[in-house]
């Protein structure tokens, strides 16, 4: 119930090309979805988020889209680059029925992004 | 802002002996978490502050671990004794209080062996 399940575990993408990686969660009353991105030797980074009001969400060459009905989103990476080349988690929180606090986002296993030149 | 700040960078110890993980958060920050990061298990939290008081502990794998927050500006993880499993990248973040964004420090390599 609390899982947030997320795929590719890997994907190698040629520069320019789309990324494309999914997640499935099953807890209806998760109401904020971010993406965070993680470089090597570093802590995740928030990348973009969305909330289920909305079904798709864009910031530059990101993009959320958001099925609330199939209980799945997933991020897409347009032209991408060598240096976009790293983890990306998606995770799932109902921070605003949990006293507004992040304590229950859960995270994704991950996905290791590669962009070849 | 210097962000989150985590010392040590790398924590190498022997089994049985004690680690203390430490942690900054950022200024006027009011919740702050521990994350534990392997390839098996991916991102867990352990604990997270609210205020400086402990709100949910749960993830806290045994009673070997215990974290503390005397004030808003520091916070330590300790493990005693520790144990080859407990080798893993642990994270702090801190975020304001109803705050949507998590900011992550670095991590501490800790090492078992």
């Known amino acids: 119930q609390q899982q947030v399940k997320q795929s590719p575990q890997s994907l190698i993408v040629q520069k320019g090309g789309i990324s494309i990686i999914n997640c499935a969660y099953e807890n209806t009353a998760f109401d904020y979805f971010p993406w965070y991105q993680q470089f090597p030797g570093k802590g995740p980074a928030l990348l973009i988020a969305i909330r289920p009001d909305v079904s798709e969400k864009k910031e530059g060459r990101f993009t959320i889209s958001f099925n609330k009905s199939a209980k799945q989103f997933s991020l897409h990476i347009m032209d991408s680059q060598p240096g976009d080349s790293a983890t990306y988690f998606c995770a799932a929180s109902d921070a605003m029925n949990y006293g507004g606090s992040q304590g229950n986002l859960i995270f994704g296993k991950g996905t290791k992004l590669s962009v070849k030149p | ?113």
Request: charged content about 20%; some cysteine.
């Open chain 2, 1 to 113: 802002d210097a962000g989150v700040i985590q010392s040590p960078r790398h924590e190498v110890t022997e089994m049985g002996q004690e680690v203390t993980l430490r942690c900054k958060p950022i200024s006027g920050h009011n919740s702050l978490f521990w994350y534990r990061q392997t390839m098996m298990r991916g991102l867990e939290l352990l604990i997270y502050f609210n205020n400086n008081v402990p709100i949910d502990d749960s993830g806290m794998p045994e009673d070997r671990f215990s974290a503390k927050m005397p004030n808003a500006s520091f916070s330590t993880l300790k493990i005693q004794p520790s144990e080859p499993r407990d080798s893993a990248v642990y994270f702090c973040a801190s975020s304001f209080l109803g705050g949507e964004k998590l900011f992550f420090g670095s991590g501490t390599q800790l090492s078992v062996l």
